[in-house]
């Protein structure tokens, strides 16, 4: 009888052991967010070119007025289950002058689920609340890992940062697409030419109708006294928007085709993501 009893008692402790587990898999295990893996539950990588231009991030890098750090911002970011990136870029070598070292920041920690993702990227390195910021930085990159499903989108775009302003000045993008004539400015400010990725949100015009790239240029606290001249490559006659960061405003641009060099050309009084659109037929 006794051994009946023990045996008893051995076979419920077991499966309230099992049950405890069933449900720990259940309600507690699956319950928590899968975090996507470039490694795990990945069966196929594509290009971010095969997703709808309205899905795609809107990306923004902004130097600091110092230049030594890149206040990295993601919008639009819904469509994906997870987003990680890696931006890259050469620097001066500082233990061996004339020379370049390879240098970049990841991150892991985009909430696709937020409407915005904001973090600040340190050029450099930093010891004890004291920075050492990179200089010479040239041939930036942005590559960009997004999850839907079981499939990897990847992008890789490029970024430029310079330093101007106390003279009349023109910047350009490192394809070339994009020019930009600046005023004097009256000191020196570090901007940022980089490909958006994708356009800003809400946009007043079908997404489809984007030409790619869309091109932003981005600084801290510059305002033109006078209007700057931007051009963008365009292949027919088209329309030309700028977007504004800070005051998350589109603006429908005053603009001229140039056949001869083919791109849409105007003045503007501010720093912006600028993209050509078809125009209306």
Not at 108 to 125: C, F, H, I, M, Q
Not at 224 to 252: I, P, R
Request: proline share 5%.
């Amino acid at each position: 009888m006794e051994q009946s009893k023990k045996s008893l008692y051995i076979f419920a402790a077991v499966a309230f052991v099992l049950i405890a587990a069933a449900i720990f898999f259940l309600f507690v295990f699956q319950g928590k967010p899968k975090k996507p893996n470039a490694e795990e539950g990945i069966n196929e990588v594509k290009e971010l070119t095969e997703i709808p231009l309205a899905n795609r991030p809107f990306v923004t890098l902004t130097p600091t007025t110092d230049g030594a750090e890149i206040i990295m911002s993601v919008e639009n970011m819904g469509y994906f289950e997870g987003i990680e990136y890696e931006l890259t870029y050469q620097a001066d070598n500082p233990e061996a002058t004339g020379t370049k070292i390879q240098r970049g920041s990841t991150g892991t920690d985009v909430n696709t689920k937020e409407p915005k993702y904001k973090k600040s990227l340190l050029l450099g390195t930093a010891s004890r609340g004291v920075r050492s910021p990179d200089r010479g930085v040239e041939d930036g990159v942005l590559t960009m890992h997004m999850f839907k499903g079981d499939t990897e989108y990847q992008s890789e775009t490029k970024w430029d940062m310079l330093q101007t302003g106390t003279k009349v000045t023109t910047i350009k993008s490192r394809d070339g697409k994009f020019n930009m004539d600046l005023p004097a400015l009256g000191k020196d400010y570090w901007i940022i030419i980089a490909d958006t990725l994708g356009i800003a949100p809400n946009p007043p015009f079908k997404a489809e109708d984007a030409k790619l790239p869309s091109i932003g240029v981005f600084a801290v606290g510059l305002e033109l006294k006078k209007d700057a001249n931007v051009s963008l490559t365009a292949e027919t006659e088209s329309k030309l928007y700028s977007y504004q960061q800070q005051d998350s405003k589109w603006k429908d641009l005053t603009a001229k085709y140039n056949d001869e060099t083919k791109s849409m050309a105007a003045n503007v009084d501010a720093l912006a993501a600028f993209v050509v659109v078809s125009a209306p037929k």
